[in-house]
């Protein structure tokens, strides 16, 4: 005999917990069928149910609009709906609890690591986009303005905009969109983990990310600790009954500020700090060496973390070199940094069918930004698959920065993306500096087909 | 403290001829504020509205529940309207309202003791015979007859 548990609830907790509860008892009842409904309603928790229910039971029907403590169900199987269905359809959530598969016997023991896993993972994955997709639409609007301010420059000869022009207008506008990413990024994720109390620390700790170079990889990590520190101080924060309004417009706020912004200065930032001096140091002593290999190396960082402490080192110790009269590390980190957006670009065009419609769309406007040397155009797909798709952007940045080096490409301006190309003189050997492009850009698409799941997850 | 307490005669609409939601939930306010229970008409009417915006109170079966809190309510309080014709409540099984039970509780809670007789009639309206009995009562003192059977 299948038993089963239900636990209704609604916010104002007067009606519909009851009759939600009533609902499923009495459908149970024509069913045949023994359940056990706890209520939590206005009046507290009533017909509470035991660990030992819980451990005995088939499974559990959550028909609920507020939280009901569902971390004691973890590893059960779950059916959860909105309260309302369960007036409106408790025999159809009696038959689907029914026929949900029982988890292992030794469900006493709170979870079953396989399953719970999955879920974990789910949820990382759910956090993650919620930021990434927020943060899509800065990338594309930012992104494209800046491509479209190098045309002003351009056209002056130069690779700087004119002070006052329309031109240094838009490269303002695109910077200051590009510039709430990492931002957007880390509130939005923290947001998907807290719900609103989550918004304030996850902006602060993103801005505190971007200001301390810590990119897009920072802003993951700040996201996340945002949102649990957040979700935590909510949970477990007891006040008196008459200073219970406080905590939502105070404490939390200020806590949870408080605590990702230390942790931010103090366990995240000093590493970085200390990381770029080492990369710098390092990138310095070899440089003289082997030239196809120090190509590689820099093209691997750009990819890296797209705007990072690994990419901004890059960046600077080749533009560092230009002073020095020195073009083809700025040539190899120019290449591998348009190859990410390229790549993905190209991969969406070769296997439509393994991407979102909108990873495809977005894969267009990447095509845009990967031409203007604007590597950002990548992140969100690098953000939303870090473990498969940054290796992936790393080796096509890597091959295109090799292949820059051992033909000797030579870049003299920093920065500029494919306007660059038509401004003579500017580019050592042209046409194996494309190839090198073409060739890194190949490498990355096939290798993004290569590691990416099977089926876009939606 | 019984169902006699919560709802008066003052309150019951047996029938209503109203024909909006709006409308339903202004005259059981009103006839809440004669049984004395309200004190602030407009309040009350604006916190049921509100809530009715959050998400419908027509829990389907033909029973619409609408309830508020608010200051302008002076102790807690129930209202009964059947209606002429079916009210369109936007409820969840799409069906009209044939009646309604509106609640009305005070800002400052005092006790919860009504909240155990709006729980015991919320089970109460999930049985097809308890509605069909209050769908055929003719009389005020019938529906509160009723109602006291049921629910004490």
Redesign the interface.
């Known amino acids: 005999m299948k038993k089963l548990l239900a636990v209704t609830a609604c916010p104002?907790g007067?009606?519909?917990?009851?009759?939600a509860?009533?609902?499923l008892a009495?459908a149970a009842k024509e069913k045949d069928i023994e359940i056990k409904v706890e209520t939590r309603?206005?009046?507290g928790v009533e017909n509470g149910l035991t660990p030992q229910e819980i451990a005995e039971a088939h499974a559990i029907i959550i028909a609920a609009d507020t939280d009901v403590d569902e971390a004691r169900f973890a590893g059960k199987p779950v059916v959860r709906v909105p309260v309302?269905q369960g007036?409106?359809i408790p025999g159809e959530l009696i038959t689907r609890a029914l026929n949900m598969q029982p988890s292992s016997s030794t469900a006493a023991a709170p979870t079953t690591p396989a399953d719970s896993g999955v879920k974990q993972q789910n949820l990382f994955y759910k956090h993650l986009m919620n930021g990434v997709s927020n943060m899509l639409p800065l990338v594309i609007a930012g992104g494209l303005i800046i491509a479209f301010s190098f045309l002003f420059a351009f056209t002056k000869g130069g690779v700087d905009q004119v002070e006052g022009s329309l031109g240094a207008a838009l490269s303002t506008i695109g910077g200051a969109s590009m510039g709430l990413m990492v931002i957007v990024l880390s509130g939005f994720i923290s947001f998907s983990i807290a719900g609103k109390p989550g918004l304030a620390p996850g902006l602060v700790g993103g801005v505190l990310a971007k200001d301390m170079g810590a990119g897009f990889i920072g802003g993951i990590i700040a996201g996340f600790i945002a949102g649990y520190v957040a979700h935590w101080l909510i949970k477990h924060i007891k006040m008196p009954r008459n200073f219970e309004g406080l905590k939502p417009i105070l404490i939390v706020p200020v806590l949870s500020v408080l605590i990702i912004g230390l942790l931010m200065v103090y366990v995240i930032g000093e590493p970085i700090q200390w990381l770029l001096a080492q990369l710098t140091a390092w990138l310095t002593n070899m440089g003289a060496g082997n030239a196809i290999l120090l190509g590689a190396i820099l093209g691997a960082m750009m990819a890296f973390d797209m705007g990072g402490p690994f990419n901004k080192t890059a960046y600077t110790f080749a533009v560092g070199l230009l002073g020095a009269s020195i073009f083809t590390p700025m040539a190899a980190v120019m290449a591998a940094g348009m190859t990410p957006p390229l790549g993905i670009w190209l991969a969406t065009l070769i296997a439509k069918k393994r991407f979102t419609k909108e990873e495809r769309e977005a894969g267009k406007v990447a095509s845009i930004l990967g031409l203007s040397f604007i590597t950002e155009g990548a992140i969100p797909f690098g953000a939303a698959d870090p473990i498969r798709i940054i290796p992936s952007f790393m080796v096509g940045s890597a091959v295109a920065g090799a292949l820059s080096m051992m033909f000797g490409c030579g870049l003299h301006a920093p920065h500029g993306g494919v306007f660059v190309l038509f401004i003579p003189n500017a580019i050592d050997h042209l046409g194996y500096y494309v190839l090198s492009i073409a060739i890194g850009t190949v490498v990355t698409a096939l290798m993004v087909l290569l590691l990416k799941r099977k089926a876009p997850v939606v | 403290m019984n169902i006699r307490e919560l709802l008066q005669p003052e309150s019951i609409f047996l029938p209503s001829s109203v024909s909006t939601r709006e409308e339903a939930i202004q005259q059981l306010a009103e006839g809440m504020t004669a049984a004395g229970a309200v004190t602030d008409t407009a309040d009350y009417v604006r916190a049921v509205l509100a809530?009715e915006q959050q998400?419908s109170?027509g829990?389907?079966f033909g029973v619409a529940?609408p309830?508020g809190k608010a200051a302008g309510v002076a102790r807690a309080v129930l209202g009964f309207a059947r209606f002429q014709q079916p009210i369109d409540w936007d409820s969840?099984?799409g069906d009209p309202a044939q009646m309604a039970f509106m609640?009305g509780?005070p800002e400052a809670n005092a006790g919860?003791e009504h909240?155990?007789i709006?729980?015991a009639l919320?089970?109460?309206?999930?049985?097809d015979e308890f509605r069909a009995e209050l769908l055929q009562a003719s009389s005020k003192e019938e529906i509160l007859d009723i109602l006291s059977r049921n629910i004490g």
């Open positions: 104002t007067i009606a519909h917990t009851y009759m509860a009533e609902s009495k309603g206005a009046v309302a007036i409106k | 809530r998400s109170t829990i389907g529940i309830h969840l099984d609640i509780v919860n909240l155990q709006l729980v919320s089970r109460k309206l999930i049985h």
